[in-house]
């Protein structure tokens, strides 16, 4: 079974079709992309996954539960963490308060503790930086920060969406070796990414959006050489 699928999604802005009849599915233990242009319906494909836009149509079924119709805070306590473009931090709370936010459903310090001790493991920059606002920090810093903060829910999804953007060619490729190395830790990823290149060689699988729709699906390596795919996004 599948660790995340949708069927038939449709979803809306308004009167404005953002997604139309999208089929997608995530197995447990992938690295699954999302590519297409600006507009394509990348972002608010996960926006209706996490709950934040609602699906109009179809269904988002998540180890096997209808999650279709549930809000953002209860996605999110079932273990999909969703890291949004642009990041989102919270720029006038420090590196360990906006740590402290993603673990805002546990109890137990001493969890939050170890949890913190993870982030760090990946990101230990961010333990230099504890005391640091997160608003004073480098874009690639604030990336480091807001993918730590969905790590702090222990997720077994986790949905990025543009983490290389406006970022530095060296530190995008320490993000996609962060991202690689999280998913041979065992998280499952959902990665949106216009840096079609990139996101391909790391995937398992991709799905090509455009305008809302899927037009093609395919191992990541065979979409690299892809002629359409290639001249579309990779040219």
Wanted: proline share 3%; net charge neutral.
């Amino acid at each position: 079974m599948a660790l995340l699928e949708i069927k038939n999604m449709s979803a809306y802005y308004g009167v404005i079709q953002a997604l139309n009849g999208m089929n997608v599915e995530v197995d447990k233990g992938e690295i699954v992309t999302l590519i297409g242009s600006n507009g394509a319906g990348k972002s608010t494909a996960l926006k209706t996954i996490s709950g934040l836009v609602k699906a109009k149509e179809g269904s988002i079924l998540y180890n096997g539960k209808d999650i279709t119709s549930m809000p953002a805070h209860d996605t999110t306590l079932l273990g999909i963490a969703h890291v949004p473009e642009g990041r989102r931090i919270f720029p006038r709370m420090t590196v360990k308060e906006n740590l402290r936010i993603g673990a805002f459903s546990v109890k137990s310090q001493k969890l939050i503790e170890e949890r913190m001790e993870k982030v760090f493991h990946y990101f230990p920059k961010l333990k230099e930086r504890l005391d640091q606002r997160g608003g004073t920090m480098s874009g690639g810093e604030q990336q480091m920060l807001a993918i730590g903060r969905a790590l702090m829910m222990d997720p077994a999804l986790l949905m990025l969406d543009e983490p290389s953007m406006g970022l530095a060619p060296i530190i995008v490729e320490q993000i996609f070796e962060i991202i690689k190395e999280l998913n041979n830790a065992g998280v499952t990823i959902l990665l949106v990414e216009q840096n079609a290149f990139q996101a391909l060689q790391i995937a398992n699988r991709g799905y090509v959006l455009q305008t809302g729709q899927i037009i093609l699906e395919g191992v990541g390596s065979d979409l690299i050489h892809d002629k359409q795919i290639h001249e579309a996004y990779l040219a």
